[in-house]
Structures are given as C-alpha cells and as structure tokens.
T-cell receptor, first 113, second 115 residues
Framework: NAGVTQTPKFQVLKTGQSMTLQCAQDMNHNSMYWYRQDPGMGLRLIYYSASEGTTDKGEVPNGYNVSRLNKREFSLRLESAAPSQTSVYFC????????????FGSGTRLTVV | KNQVEQSPQSLIILEGKNCTLQCNYTVSPFSNLRWYKQDTGRGPVSLTIMTFSENTKSNGRYTATLDADTKQSSLHITASQLSDSASYICVVSEIPTSGTYKYIFGTGTRLKVLA
C-alpha cells in the first residue's frame, strides 16, 4: 500500500543515548517533514525537506538532526536524548507544498528515561 | 502570533447524533484550511481542504464550513458512528513572505461516540 512508513513504532531510550528514526514514502513526493506531538499541543514542525538535497529547520529543531537520504527517505536523529524529547514523532510527505495535504506515517512513540 | 484554536477540547455524544466542532484562527495571510481526523495511535488523515473563496466542503458525513471574514471554521458530523471516535485537528496554512508555506496546527478536539 502506498504511504509513509516509519520505524520503529516504539522506543525507550536512556538519557544521553542516540538513535535515528527512519521514514520512507513511496508516493514520489518532493516534500517531507518531521513533527512531534505532545499532549495539549498541536503538532510542531521539527525539520522539513522541501526537495531532495535540501533540509530546513522548523519550529523546534534543537536537539535533532535530519538527513534527506534520497527522494524516498528522510531520517531524524537524536544525538543525545533528553527526557524533554519524550513524544510521539510523525513523519509526513506532501506532493504539493501549497494545497497538497500531508500523508502521515503512523508515528513513533519515544520515551526517554 | 498566528494561532489556531479549537473548541471544545473534548466531546462525548451518542451514536447517531450530530455534532459540530469549531476552529478559530488568526493566521494571516491565509492560504487554506484543512480538517484532519486522527485515530488513536495513528497519524492524521485529511478530511477536507478549503481555500479562501470556499464556504463549504463535504466528505461523506463530514461537512466543513469556512467564514474567512470572521476567521472561523466548523466541522459538522452527521449521524455519528462509533468509528468517528477520534481527534479532529484543524490546520491552517499561512502564505509565506519568503520560503516555504507554513502549516499551523490546532490542538484538536477529542470526540468520543458512545453506543
């Protein structure tokens, strides 16, 4: 099925550990995004990639890095996890930056202890 | 600061009843407004999109309205079903002065439909 695939679905990290969240889309979309969702807050943009080879900071980029490996894949890395990064992370892609809606992955629930 | 506010925060209704969710925004300049449905443990899925010139848009039992003058939108759900239990998120797109379009998410309304 066409869509956005995120791995892993769940992860528990200790403070200071690093990890990479993987995201791949098979819809030939140019734009890809990483969001975090916290209770009582709207989704907040961490980083986005408007096209292959480009990445830009969103609203809450501190503590994260990203790589747009190719048109399909966009990964999010936490170099030194902190409890404040406990959240649900969503990857999304879009084929039309103006009117095209996002297609979201099913999310990664990350807990940092 | 551009904001999107949704009300109520949560809502419980009986199966078969109708309900209306509200979204007020201060985003300007405005490009478009979307309603998303997010099931528990899943990513949001787009229900409707409306541009500045559109007043209403339907998707099955979901009908969204937009008043761009008052900067208000509503999502009306008709003859609710148990599967409508989810969070409904209003997302407003801001026309950028430079760079890429910016999407501002509301915090959502959590709807529970009871049998």
């Amino acid at each position: 099925n066409a869509g956005v695939t995120q791995t892993p679905k769940f992860q528990v990290l200790k403070t200071g550990q690093s990890m990479t969240l993987q995201c791949a889309q098979d819809m030939n979309h140019n734009s890809m995004y990483w969001y975090r969702q916290d209770p009582g807050m709207g989704l907040r943009l961490i980083y986005y990639s408007a096209s292959e080879g480009t990445t830009d900071k969103g609203e809450v980029p501190n503590g994260y890095n990203v790589s747009r490996l190719n048109k399909r894949e966009f990964s999010l890395r936490l170099e030194s996890a902190a409890p404040s990064q406990t959240s649900v992370y969503f990857c999304a892609s879009s084929g039309d930056r103006v009117y095209g809606g996002y297609t979201f992955g099913s999310g990664t629930r990350l807990t940092v202890v | 600061k551009n904001q999107v506010e949704q009300s109520p925060q949560s809502l419980i209704i009986l199966e078969g009843k109708n309900c209306t969710l509200q979204c007020n925004y201060t985003v300007s300049p405005f490009s478009n407004l979307r309603w998303y449905k997010q099931d528990t443990g899943r990513g949001p899925v787009s229900l409707t999109i409306m541009t500045f010139s559109e007043n209403t848009k339907s998707n099955g039992r979901y009908t969204a309205t937009l008043d761009a003058d008052t900067k208000q939108s509503s999502l009306h759900i008709t003859a609710s079903q148990l599967s409508d239990s989810a969070s409904y998120i209003c997302v407003v797109s801001e026309i950028p002065t430079s760079g890429t379009y910016k999407y501002i998410f509301g915090t959502g309304t959590r709807l529970k439909v009871l049998a």
